[in-house]
Every structure is written in C-alpha cells, then in structure tokens.
C-alpha cells in the first residue's frame, strides 16, 4: 500500500489525523464570482421586465408583471419568451450560489486540527519507516506547514472545554512519554514501527467523571468552610470568593453558555 492509500488508511484508523485543506481563499473566490454572476442575472431580469411592461402593442406581455400564468405561458411564445428564460437561468444559478454557500458555512465551522496531531502526521508523514513521503505531486505540501491556518480536521475529539483540551494536549503526551521511558528497549533489527493511540471517548469520559467529582465537591467544601466561620464579614467574603472560584471552574470544566453558568451559580 503506498500513495494517498497509505494515507487513507492512517486516516481511517485514527480520525484525528483526517486533515485537509479547506480552500478558504479559493472557496470564497468562487462564492464572488456566483455572487456577480447573478447581479448581472438580476439587473438583466429587471430590464427585461420594464421592456416588456412597456410594450405598447402587446397586451400579453405587460401582463406578466401581474399574472404568472401568463409569464409560465410565454414559453412557448416566439419572441416573448426571454423574462422566462431569464428567470430559468437565475433559478439554477441561485441554487449552486445557495449550496456552495451552505458547504462554505459548515466548513468554516469545522474546527482546526489538534496540534499534537498534526505534528505527528507531519512527523509519520515524512519518515522512511513509516509513510516515507508517499506523494509526488504538488498536493505533498498541503501538511508542510504554508497552510496552518487553511487546514481543518474532520475527527475532532467531542469536549471542547478549557480542561479537556488541556488535558488532551498537554497531559496525554507526558503521560504517554512517561509510559514510554519505562518500557524496555527493543530489538532494534527486530523492531517493528508503530504508533500510539488514545480513544478520544475514554479520555473524555474520565474527564466528565472528574468534572462531575468537582463540581459536587466545590458547593459542599463551600459549606464546611461557612461553617467555621463565625464572622459576617468573613462569611460574605467566602461566599463571593466560593461563588467565583465555582463559577470559574464551570467554564473551565464544562461547556455551558454564560446564562447557564450564571444561573447554576445564583442558585
């Protein structure tokens, strides 16, 4: 297996590492031109329909601001026919204009790639051992590091929260080195290339569990403490410091909007 297959099936196994281009530029250029194309579509409409809403002699013609039945029948009226071919053209026109700008909304929103990701793509990409630089074409330098910012990932890991990104860029990497320095070395002529790799589902559901320990923890820790305090002053100020440390570690910890994370905290 070698060339975009090889690629594919590293995809497939692990779809963190399913990056592309997404063509923002290109994408957008091509919304533009669809976008003028059907201006001039719409101001020719438009003259179209004064030309024949003025037609001195012609009766069925100035109907056709006011009857569509009328305007349907034109087509098969000889010379009296082009308000409804205008209109044809510009309905399959705006209908490519509306997909392509439906398709550039749900790119845009796909997020961009982990970095650990890319990294080792980068790395598995360029390595003889391992995908020793499978492609020869100008599209070998969609990874090479010009097009960060165009690159998108279509497997994403499902928490998007402060902490869970953290702990999946940063802690899972030392963790697995950790792991790693502890195992025995290889044989090296009897050592076979391979990589690790981490269930997106597993790590997220131990950082929900974690979450969800905090988060039942914080309010009654919050209680024990107003309970030693005999002091008001003091038992305001813990209150308003419980209160916003609580309300820091709900937008760390989970992804609620700012309503429902003041809402869980004025209660």
């Given at each position: 297996?070698?060339?975009?297959?090889?690629?594919?099936?590293?995809?497939?196994?692990?779809?963190?590492?399913?990056?592309?281009?997404?063509?923002?530029?290109?994408?957008?250029?091509?919304?533009?031109?669809?976008?003028?194309?059907?201006?001039?579509?719409e101001d020719e409409l438009q003259e179209q329909a004064r030309l024949d809403h003025s037609?001195?002699?012609?009766?069925?013609?100035?109907?056709?601001?006011k009857s569509w039945v009328a305007?349907?029948?034109?087509?098969?009226?000889?010379?009296?026919?082009?308000?409804?071919?205008?209109?044809?053209?510009?309905?399959?026109?705006?209908?490519?204009?509306?997909?392509?700008?439906?398709?550039?909304?749900?790119?845009?929103?796909?997020?961009?790639?982990?970095?650990?990701?890319?990294e080792f793509f980068r790395e598995w990409y360029g390595r003889a051992d391992m995908g020793n630089r499978p492609l020869l074409d100008d599209d070998q330098h969609v990874w090479g590091g010009t097009h960060d910012e165009d690159l998108i990932a279509l497997g994403q890991p499902s928490g998007n929260d402060v902490i869970s990104r953290w702990l999946v860029d940063n802690v899972t990497p030392l963790l697995h080195k950790m792991l790693r320095s502890h195992r025995p070395p290889a044989d090296i002529e009897a050592a076979v290339?391979?990589?690790?790799?981490?269930?997106?589902?597993?790590?997220?559901?131990?950082?929900?569990?974690?979450?969800?320990?905090?988060?039942?923890?914080?309010?009654?820790?919050?209680?024990?403490?107003?309970?030693?305090?005999?002091?008001?002053?003091?038992?305001?100020?813990?209150?308003?410091a419980a209160t916003s440390i609580f309300s820091f570690c709900l937008a760390c910890i989970t992804e609620g909007r700012r309503i429902e994370i003041f809402a869980a905290t004025s209660t």
């Open positions: 297996m070698d060339g975009n297959a090889k690629i594919a099936n590293l995809m497939s196994e692990d779809p963190g590492l399913a990056i592309f281009r997404r063509f923002g530029a290109l994408n957008k250029q091509h919304l533009l031109y669809l976008q003028a194309e059907l201006v001039q579509l037609f001195p002699e012609d009766r069925f013609r100035r109907s056709f601001a305007l349907k029948l034109s087509a098969s009226e000889k010379g009296a026919d082009q308000q409804w071919e205008k209109i044809c053209v510009i309905q399959e026109k705006m209908v490519r204009y509306y997909e392509y700008l439906f398709y550039s909304a749900a790119i845009s929103n796909t997020s961009r790639p982990n970095s650990h990701n890319l290339v391979c990589y690790s790799s981490y269930s997106d589902r597993k790590l997220h559901r131990c950082i929900n569990i974690i979450s969800t320990v905090i988060s039942s923890l914080f309010p009654i820790l919050s209680i024990v403490l107003l309970s030693r305090v005999h002091s008001l002053q003091v038992q305001l100020c813990v209150i308003a």
